[in-house]
C-alpha cells in the first residue's frame, strides 16, 4: 500500500490509475470502514482510502482534540483489506490557507444533524469535494450510518454535476445490535452494555410503521421517553423520507426513522430504513 500526504505526489502516484473507488474516514478504524473498503473493491481497479481528522466539521465544543488518532493501526488494517493508495495529508497539506471557500448545503443542513451541530455538514461537504478534487475518483462510498451525511454528499455531488457515483454501504452492527462507529470507545462498560437500547427501539418503531401504525409523532414520542427513562439524552427520534429526509407526506414515500442521543458522555446516531 502506497501512503502519501503531498497532494502533488498523490496525483503523480494516481496518473496511471484507471477506475478509482474512494472511500474518505477520519482514521481510528473498525469492521465498519473495512467493509466500506472491501465494497470499494467491487466498484474499480484502484481503492484509495483518506484519513483526515477534518477540524472544519467540529463545533466549538465538540471532541476535535480528543479524537481518537490510530494511524499505525489503521494502516495496517487498510493493508490488510487490500486498499491500493492512502492519502493521509496534515492540516498544512490539506488547508495550507484559512479555508475561505467553502460549500454552503442547502436548507437540509439544518435539520435533523445539523439542528444540533451547526456548521457540521459545511464543514463536510468542504473537505469532501477537496479530496474529490486531490484523488479525482470515479466512485466514491460512504456508510449509511452517517445517513444524512450521504444524502448530502449524494446531492452535492449530482447539483455540481461532479463526475462520480456515490455509493451507500450498509452499516455494520455488533452481534447486539450496536451500530460500529469510533466514538463507542468512548462508552464505559456500563455504557456499552446499555447502548443496544437505541436500535432495538429503532427497530420496534420501524415494525409498527411496517404493520400501518401512521401516528409518527407518537411513535417518535414513545421511543424518546423510553431512552430517557434508560437514562439517555436524546436529541431527536424522526420518522422522515428517504428522498430529502422531510416528514413524510406520502404514503407511498419510502421512509426511514433517524436518532442521535447522549448515552453518558458519549453521543450515537443510528437510523434503520423502513
Not at 473498525?30 to 473498503?37: P, Q, R, T, V
Not at 481518537?68 to 493501526?73: D, H, I, K, L, V
Request: hydrophobic content about 40%.
Amino acid at each position: 500500500m502506497q501512503i502519501h500526504s503531498n497532494i502533488a505526489e498523490l496525483r503523480e502516484a494516481l496518473t496511471r490509475r484507471e477506475s478509482i473507488v474512494f472511500v474518505p474516514t477520519m482514521g481510528n478504524l473498525h469492521a465498519g470502514h473495512i467493509s466500506l473498503m472491501r465494497q470499494a473493491r467491487q466498484y474499480g481497479d484502484t481503492v484509495v482510502a483518506s484519513i483526515f481528522v477534518n477540524r472544519l466539521q467540529f463545533g466549538p465544543s465538540e471532541d476535535f482534540d480528543k479524537y481518537p488518532r490510530t494511524f499505525q493501526a489503521d494502516c495496517e488494517q487498510l493493508s490488510d483489506a487490500g486498499v491500493d493508495v492512502l492519502f493521509a495529508p496534515t492540516e498544512t497539506d490539506l488547508y495550507p490557507e484559512p479555508q475561505q471557500y467553502v460549500v454552503d448545503p442547502p436548507d437540509i443542513q439544518n435539520l435533523l444533524e445539523g439542528e444540533f451541530r451547526p456548521g457540521h455538514f459545511r464543514g463536510v461537504t468542504t473537505v469532501v469535494l477537496k479530496l474529490f478534487n486531490c484523488v479525482q475518483p470515479q466512485a466514491a462510498v460512504f456508510g449509511k450510518k452517517d445517513y444524512q451525511q450521504l444524502m448530502v454528499l449524494r446531492n452535492m455531488t449530482r447539483q455540481l454535476a461532479l463526475p462520480i457515483t456515490v455509493i451507500g454501504g450498509e452499516t455494520v452492527r455488533a452481534a447486539d445490535g450496536l451500530a460500529l462507529s469510533s466514538r463507542n470507545g468512548y462508552l464505559t462498560a456500563a455504557e456499552r452494555a446499555e447502548a443496544p437500547r437505541l436500535y432495538r427501539a429503532l427497530t420496534e418503531l420501524r415494525e409498527h410503521v411496517r404493520n400501518g401504525n401512521r401516528e409518527f409523532a407518537q411513535l417518535e414520542q414513545a421511543v424518546v421517553a423510553e431512552l430517557v427513562a434508560s437514562g439517555w439524552k436524546p436529541d431527536y427520534v424522526a420518522v422522515r423520507q428517504q428522498s430529502d429526509l422531510l416528514a413524510p407526506v406520502s404514503r407511498d414515500a419510502a421512509l426511514v426513522v433517524l436518532a442521535a442521543a447522549k448515552l453518558g458522555n458519549t453521543r450515537l446516531i443510528d437510523n434503520i430504513e423502513i
